[in-house]
């Protein structure tokens, strides 16, 4: 009982024990496979190393990944660094990594507008934020500030063994428009990808692409096959129905592709941080609601 408790607090306190420099303790609780692949020495030296000039971490956000692991991510005062840990279900470190981090923030074009999330119930962000810790569309340009958004149950965004389609809380939801403006690019009739399928020659799949005040412009992708409901040149209101969550193009599971850019061309363009209507910027491992007033 002692045993587990303490690892326990370990797990809720690694930031701080991290900071502390109890690097023996934290290697304690690590996997047997972590041991044999990385040594106590090194283990000692590297944290240390990593650790010079830091005097407190910060928990950011904390995610299940499958039903028995769980991610957690403490980024240091100045969001320059990161210490990534994953949780199996004994509380046992599988996974740690420590590492700079590539910002562009200082460089951030903000949205002019101000945006909704493309949907009408409570969904989950998979991926989303303003480094590449928290969004791996981080390092591409023209979708820098890109949220993957899907719907959780649990721990998880599927029922039965999420081998198809309709297994995933999220397929077949609505998506809407985050803002009034003008469709100029409407497409349908790709197929939905099966479970681990993915289409990189058409990697938005069926979507829409709205003009927005200002010539900025969203992007909704992967959606459903035969779901898009409107077409090009349509005038569209905040919330007016798009189509349906699907996963088509680049999509391994049912999610909702968003970004809003400075020009039509999504090839061309530049990823713009998104400014929202609730002042909150979700970032991964978040709750979204609607925000429609």
């Known amino acids: 009982m002692m045993d587990t408790e303490r690892k326990v607090n370990i797990r809720e306190e690694f930031g701080i024990l991290f900071a502390q420099g109890d690097f023996k303790k934290l290697y304690d609780c690590v996997s047997e496979e972590f041991k044999r692949q990385v040594s106590l020495q090194q283990f000692l030296e590297q944290s240390k190393l990593f650790n010079q000039g830091e005097q407190f971490y910060r928990l950011e956000t904390n995610l299940y990944l499958t039903p028995q692991v769980e991610q957690f991510i403490w980024l240091n005062s100045t969001q320059t660094k990161?210490?990534?840990v994953m949780f199996d279900e004994h509380n046992i470190i599988q996974a740690l990594v420590i590492a700079p981090i590539e910002s562009f923030s200082e460089r951030d074009r903000w949205s002019t507008n101000k945006y909704t999330m493309p949907i009408q119930s409570e969904w989950f962000v998979y991926w989303g934020g303003k480094h590449e810790v928290l969004n791996y569309h981080h390092l591409v340009e023209n979708q820098r500030y890109a949220y993957d958004l899907v719907v959780r149950k649990g721990k998880q965004s599927y029922k039965n063994d999420g081998m198809k389609n309709e297994d995933y809380y999220a397929y077949g939801k609505k998506v809407v428009a985050p803002?009034?403006?003008?469709v100029i690019t409407a497409?349908?009739?790709q197929e939905d990808n099966e479970i681990g399928h993915t289409n990189k020659k058409n990697p938005l799949g069926n979507h829409v692409i709205i003009e927005h005040e200002g010539k900025e412009y969203s992007v909704l992708a992967h959606l459903k096959k035969g779901s898009v409901s409107v077409k090009k040149g349509?005038?569209?209101?905040?919330?007016t129905l798009l189509g349906r969550c699907g996963n088509s193009g680049n999509s391994s599971e049912p999610h909702i592709h968003f970004h809003v850019m400075d020009a039509s061309d999504i090839e061309t363009s530049k990823s713009l941080r998104i400014r929202f209507h609730a002042a909150v910027e979700p970032i991964r491992g978040d709750t979204v609601i609607p925000f429609f007033n």
């Open 82 to 84: 990161f210490i990534s």
């Open 179 to 182: 803002l009034e403006g003008v």
């Open 187 to 189: 497409v349908d009739g």
């Open 234 to 239: 349509d005038v569209v209101r905040k919330g």
